[in-house]
């Protein structure tokens, strides 16, 4: 699975948790809270989809990987190997 | 509500859940719709847990249905229904009357900015850096400071300001000047920011379109259904007794008393020593007395807010508001608005209470106090409500020992436990395999919104239990 593949998996979780959200001109690297309106719970539904949809675990402590598009891309990478 | 008794139901479930309060509703729901088989065990008849209510004559009581921050607009949203989230509307007349300042206000940031400057004198940059400071204070920061230190950093010496800080949350959950500042944080900054919110409808119509949702999510619920024990084998939990019958599960919600989960509901040698003492040194929080004031059919009475924060007491105590010779109360005043076909007023007023001044009397002596109360709160409520006495068609008292019979709580605790029983609750998986716990502990994951968003929490973490030890 290519990065940009990737990245379309990510902003379509984060559309369907956030519908309200203007998604199209997120900067990557930039904290995803500073510029959309996402709280704790959000992430939370974030790490849910992931395990419904792709069958990913994400543990507590990696939450803070999920800090950006981009981290958020280079930690899923190697985990949707087979999916 | 749901069918009473252990009829119909699975030889085995994914999720059992023991009480259904609003952390063991949400945490169900979601469980049930992630497609896991689930059964919710509630001893009483009805759903809610504390967010109850009753009826009496032609009169619907709600216990604690003013009001909640308007984060569960979105929670409602998410995780149960739209219809649900739909109803959730705000509460506009907030106000406190007490010996120190009298004030109305929408409980919005703008609104409590615009009194402390302009009521209560406070430097703006001290109003704006309290609420950018409690803004950003982080749970994970490791801050050991205390409320009382917090306020007295930004407003020192101003007991007035304290009290209109402190005085709503003391009554929200229970917390004192003395627990930790980052859980007042949180709880001011979800609070006191964009109003107060209540569900038009009452409690018996959000129970109702809870439990059609949990149906449809595949719930089994029954109800008058006791958890007596939490059966393990092999160091994980297998099952539970319930009505003196054994049903197999693989994983169980606890949404009971913390203490009385670890505690009681498990053999004393299932629970590691260490863990055990820790559980028995945690605190519970205090409880609460209630009168409910039913408003004659042909009555009306004219709008004197939604919601009373009323004292006698000259300044902010936290003794004084759980004293039993009560100068605290919030009166909460639910007009026919709140259930338009219903078209009744009452008044529900509250007080925080200890559980020892009210165990132990003889059935006369507590029969006395209860309608001492009672006369004592119509008293006080005259002052908002001339000739009170002469509209009014029910009375009746809850002390903390009716909080214990509906709820089971240790001490009939109205608020849970205080904040160290968030690591207890957090580690308890860890512990005892297979078995977790929803429910108010300490002041974050507490009242409405911290119980249903606690449900979903645990529910993700059992998700995660019960795929990994799928292998």
Redesign the interface.
């Known amino acids: 699975m290519s990065k940009s593949q990737l990245r379309s998996i990510v902003t379509d979780i984060i559309k369907s948790i956030a519908p309200d959200e203007d998604l199209s001109s997120l900067d990557p690297e930039k904290p995803l809270r500073a510029q959309i309106d996402l709280d704790s719970m959000d992430f939370l539904d974030i790490v849910m989809e992931l395990r419904v949809r792709y069958n990913i675990d994400v543990p507590e402590a990696d939450y803070p990987q999920l800090n950006s598009l981009a981290s958020t891309v280079n930690y899923l990478m190697p985990r949707m190997q087979g999916v | 509500m749901g069918i009473r008794g252990l009829k119909n139901i699975r030889d085995e479930y994914d999720v059992i859940v023991i009480g259904a309060g609003l952390g063991g509703l949400t945490c169900a729901n979601m469980l049930a719709r992630?497609g896991n088989t689930v059964l919710l065990l509630e001893h009483h008849t009805l759903l809610g847990g504390l967010a109850a209510y009753f009826r009496r004559k032609k009169h619907i009581f709600d216990v604690a249905l003013h009001g909640f921050p308007v984060?569960m607009k979105?929670?409602c949203r998410?995780y149960w229904n739209r219809d649900i989230s739909d109803r959730i509307v705000p509460l506009t007349g907030i106000r406190f009357d007490n010996p120190q300042f009298q004030l109305e206000t929408d409980y919005t940031k703008e609104s409590f900015i615009k009194i402390l400057i302009e009521k209560f004198g406070v430097p703006q940059e001290a109003v704006a850096e309290f609420f950018e400071h409690t803004r950003r204070m982080n749970f994970y920061d490791g801050d050991n400071s205390t409320t009382r230190e917090l306020f007295q950093k930004f407003f020192p010496g101003r007991e007035d300001v304290w009290r209109l800080l402190m005085e709503p949350i003391t009554y929200a959950n229970g917390s004192t000047l003395d627990d930790p500042a980052i859980s007042y944080g949180i709880v001011f900054s979800n609070f006191m920011d964009k109003g107060v919110y209540t569900f038009r409808g009452g409690t018996d119509l959000l129970m109702k379109m809870m439990e059609e949702e949990l149906l449809k999510s595949g719930v089994d619920i029954r109800t008058k259904v006791l958890v007596e024990k939490i059966t393990m084998e092999n160091g994980r939990v297998t099952g539970v007794m319930a009505n003196g019958e054994h049903i197999r599960t693989r994983a169980v919600v606890s949404n009971a008393n913390l203490k009385r989960t670890v505690l009681e509901m498990l053999d004393e040698e299932a629970v590691p020593a260490d863990f055990r003492k820790q559980t028995e040194k945690l605190r519970v929080n205090n409880s609460s007395c209630q009168v409910y004031i039913g408003i004659s059919e042909n009555e009306k009475i004219d709008f004197i807010g939604d919601l009373l924060f009323t004292s006698t007491a000259e300044k902010f105590s936290e003794n004084l508001m759980l004293d039993k010779n009560v100068t605290s109360r919030t009166f909460s005043v639910y007009y026919p608005s709140i259930r338009p076909e219903h078209n009744r007023y009452a008044i529900v007023s509250s007080s925080n209470a200890r559980y020892e001044d009210w165990s132990g009397l003889t059935e006369q002596q507590y029969r006395a106090d209860k309608e001492h109360l009672a006369e004592d709160t119509l008293d006080h409520l005259e002052k908002y409500v001339p000739g009170i006495r002469k509209k009014i068609d029910h009375l009746e008292v809850a002390t903390p020992l009716t909080f214990k019979y509906y709820t089971r709580h240790i001490g009939g605790a109205s608020f849970g436990t205080k904040f160290e029983g968030l690591e207890i609750s957090n580690r308890l998986p860890e512990r005892i395999p297979g078995l977790f716990f929803t429910g108010s502990v300490g002041i974050i994951m507490s009242g409405w919104l911290g119980a249903a968003?606690y449900g979903?929490?645990v529910s993700?973490n059992v998700?995660?239990f019960l795929?990994?030890s799928n292998g």
């Open positions: 992630r984060g979105k929670t998410k968003n979903v929490i993700n998700e995660r795929k990994n």
